[in-house]
């Protein structure tokens, strides 16, 4: 049993599990869960993920942007890896993984986290201007990270959904996640579409976040009546 101990006390100080309280049983370290979103492939990060959130795992943020800093991470890069594990744990919760995790642990813990994207608000876009209207079709043109730095506006588009990361929001969007996403035609109105994210989940699309999207080419979307430009960060997944 000693040698138990004094093995469990070596892994702690590793990094590579949480300390368990009295009665509980232990979960990796936040770090560990870290060093698998950057190097593991996303279904094994993020089995990982939510083991670390099941046992009540919480990251100190300023430390985690420090690691991703001091390994000199490319935000985007970073945005991409977390972005790709979060999809791969929400299908195994799907699946039933994970059944003592709520769904508000759950985004508590990934909350934590959130300097793997808000780092990506950081990087300078190209301030909006007026272009000629081209407007897009389908919302599959959208895959990808997107932002506009100056409102201060992330948004991740994969597979239909979108990551919303826009801080100052309501009582905050930290890419916790993945909402349904539409391009809803208004031309017959003659109106641009309505890029829309169900960030209420209503189902239905009451309230969504929306952008009245004039035109879309490969490296940017812009939105005339909203005086916004989103510059893409990364490419489709």
Same mark, same amino acid.
């Given at each position: ?38 190097? *593991?492939?996303?279904?094994?990060? =993020?089995?990982? $993920? &939510?083991?670390?959130? %099941? #046992?009540? !795992?919480?990251?100190? +943020? @300023? ?19 977390? *972005?790709?594990?979060?999809?791969? =744990?929400?299908? $195994? &919760?799907?699946?039933? %993984? #994970?059944? !003592?995790?709520?769904? +508000? @642990? ?41 932002? @506009? ?89």
């Amino acid at each position: 049993m000693q040698m138990i101990a004094v093995a469990m006390a070596a892994l702690v100080l590793l990094g590579g599990v949480q300390a368990p309280a009295a009665g509980e049983a232990a979960g990796p370290a936040w770090e560990a869960v870290t060093e698998q979103v950057l190097e *593991a492939a996303p279904a094994e990060a =993020a089995a990982t $993920l &939510l083991r670390w959130a %099941e #046992a009540g !795992g919480a990251a100190p +943020e @300023d430390e985690v942007e420090a690691l991703l800093a001091a390994r000199d991470v490319i935000p985007a890069d970073a945005a991409a890896a977390f *972005a790709q594990v979060l999809d791969e =744990a929400d299908a $195994l &919760l799907a699946e039933g %993984e #994970a059944p !003592g995790l709520s769904q +508000e @642990d759950y985004r508590a813990a990934v909350r934590s986290l959130s300097p793997f994207f808000t780092r990506l608000l950081e990087t300078e876009t190209t301030p909006w201007r007026e272009e000629p209207s081209d407007w897009p079709e389908d919302l599959a043109g959208f895959e990808g990270i997107w932002l @506009d730095s100056d409102m201060g506006e992330l948004l991740i588009f994969r597979a239909g959904r979108c990551r919303v990361v826009i801080p100052w929001l309501g009582s905050g969007y930290y890419g916790e996640t993945a909402y349904a996403a539409r391009l809803r035609d208004r031309s017959e109105v003659g109106y641009a579409p309505s890029l829309e994210v169900d960030t209420h989940e209503t189902g239905s699309f009451q309230g969504p976040l929306a952008y009245y999207v004039s035109g879309l080419d490969g490296e940017h979307f812009w939105c005339n009546s909203q005086a916004q430009r989103f510059d893409r960060l990364w490419d489709a997944f």
